[in-house]
């Protein structure tokens, strides 16, 4: 695992901007992986400016969603449909075929997930997966338990991530109790994981999620198998890593060619 330690949010964002920039750059056909969230917010703001600002083309990409709430409609204001058509799809020129975010309204939700994870193959496989982290260290809506070698399925929300998610849904009552989530097996078969986690609050998911043993209970930590994972954080996210000072040490130091 590359640990990435940056004062803020900011510049964290600009970081891993760069590195989706350089891979889209590099192959016009690549194929992202995104999540949602508060945490990748400033991340889409600034490939949407390199986009409008730059020649960062996504005419020829394709993208995969990370999760979706069972039973509700796409234009939901908190579908996962609609933030990303509201934080970046709608900024950028992706074509409307090649993005894909699971149906959290199909009426077939085992035959749906297999379409999932074969469209993913199809696909050619994820170039880089974008992910945020919960407060207990689920990665998509992996949640604690989450076997480490699971597909694209459905999962029940634990009531820490709907208590999370309650400001969406006019209180945790309203949040769904299940979602649709890639699975742990279909992150690791990613080329690249970008885990992003920004705040005090994910201080603690995140030093399980590099430094504890790996184990179901925190499903970042499979990412600890995973040959190509960068986790950029900002302080606050990273002050209960025992070897913060390496980390940093190790950045600062890289040669040039290695540096995003
Ligand atoms: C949800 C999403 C995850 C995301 C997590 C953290 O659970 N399914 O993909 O990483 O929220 O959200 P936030 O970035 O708002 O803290």
């Not at 799809?89 to 074969?118: M, V």
């Not at 050619?124 to 338990?145: A, C, M, R, W, Y």
């Amino acid at each position: 695992m590359e640990i990435i330690i940056q004062p803020d949010g900011q510049q964290a964002s600009q970081i891993a901007a760069r590195i989706v920039a350089k891979i889209v750059r590099e192959k016009p056909h690549a194929v992202l992986g995104f999540a949602t969230g508060n945490t990748p917010l400033q991340l889409y703001k600034n490939l949407v400016r390199m986009h409008r600002e730059s020649d960062l083309d996504f005419s020829g990409v394709s993208s995969f969603n990370l999760d979706e709430y069972v039973g509700i409609p796409p234009a939901h204001p908190s579908s996962f449909h609609s933030y990303m058509w509201a934080h970046l799809f709608s900024h950028l020129n992706i074509a409307k075929e090649r993005i894909n975010i699971p149906d959290g309204l199909t009426a077939d939700i085992p035959a749906y997930c297999r379409h999932y994870e074969q469209a993913i193959r199809s696909a050619g496989g994820i170039d880089v997966q974008v992910l945020g982290i919960g407060t207990n260290g689920h990665i998509g809506f992996n949640e604690p338990s989450s076997s480490l070698s699971s597909r694209t399925r459905i999962k029940t929300l634990t009531e820490e991530s709907r208590l999370d998610m309650a400001a969406g849904f006019g209180g945790q009552e309203g949040v769904p109790t299940h979602v649709i989530t890639i699975g742990l097996g279909t992150i690791m078969d990613s080329r690249m994981c970008l885990l992003l986690a920004f705040g005090k609050k994910k201080a603690r998911a995140v030093a399980r999620t590099v430094e504890g043993p790996i184990t179901a209970m925190i499903p970042g930590s499979v990412l600890q198998m995973h040959p190509r994972t960068v986790l950029i954080l900002d302080k606050d996210a990273a002050s209960e890593l025992k070897m913060a000072d390496y980390y940093t040490w190790v950045y600062e130091h890289k040669p040039d060619w290695q540096k995003y």
